[in-house]
């Protein structure tokens, strides 16, 4: 391998489909890994621990935090969640890019720490739909569905600091759409000089 891998952020408001779409984003390209949040909130029905989040207590995320463990933190919705560093980094150090799934305050640290990711908005294109999928998705009860809804408005605004949008209306487009973003990402001369240089350089 020889670039160090690329750190993509995914965020988007609650609802949007992120996971699902991640989900195929995954299966379909190689060389792509999901970095695993650790988060105090209670796990959903289908959420399996160490695949879909590291749960943990209040205690346990306290000290990780005291111990520098985490790349960036947040609380929200009462919970918190954070990107622990090591895994992140190991995998960016062997050539293979992180996609992490955060809000958009996170998003915006990281893009403070890493200035080449790469920041990728998904939603659906209106409200409305955004309300049915969470209604449907069925995991909140009417009070944190509300917060949750309050809250993408705040997360619309951040949109601006985003590079890319990925509308998911459509699953698989949506998932075509993140593909070719990492994909052309990927084929970006300025990642890829250490490479240009070797063809240069065993080119008689
Ligand atoms: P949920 O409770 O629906 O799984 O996640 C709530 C929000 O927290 C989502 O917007 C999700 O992207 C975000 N989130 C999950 N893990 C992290 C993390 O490690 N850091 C930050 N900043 N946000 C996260």
């Not at 569905?145 to 997360?155: D, F, G, H, T, V």
């Not at 698989?172 to 490479?195: H, M």
Request: contains cysteine; positive net charge; aromatic residues 8%.
């Amino acid at each position: 391998m020889c670039r160090k891998g690329i750190l993509f952020v995914v965020s988007g408001p609650s609802g949007a489909g992120k996971g699902t779409v991640l989900k195929h984003v995954l299966q379909k390209l190689p060389g792509l890994m999901i970095s695993i949040s650790y988060t105090t909130r209670q796990p959903r029905s289908d959420e399996i621990d160490g695949l879909h989040y590291n749960f943990c207590t209040k205690d346990v995320f306290q000290n990780m935090v005291d111990n520098g463990d985490f790349l960036e933190h947040i609380e929200k919705f009462g919970n918190c969640y954070g990107t622990p560093k090591a895994p992140v980094s190991l995998h960016l150090n062997a050539g293979e890019d992180v996609i992490l799934e955060i809000e958009t305050n996170g998003a915006a640290n990281i893009k403070k720490m890493f200035p080449n990711a790469v920041l990728i908005f998904v939603t659906p294109h209106n409200f409305d739909d955004l309300e049915k999928r969470l209604n449907r998705r069925g995991s909140e009860d009417d009070k944190a569905k509300e917060q949750r809804l309050k809250i993408a408005k705040s997360e619309y605004r951040s949109m601006s600091h985003y590079d890319y949008i990925a509308i998911n209306d459509d699953l698989d487009v949506c998932v075509d759409t993140i593909k070719a973003i990492i994909t052309a990402e990927r084929g970006k001369i300025k990642r890829n000089k250490v490479f240009a240089q070797k063809l240069l350089n065993t080119t008689p």
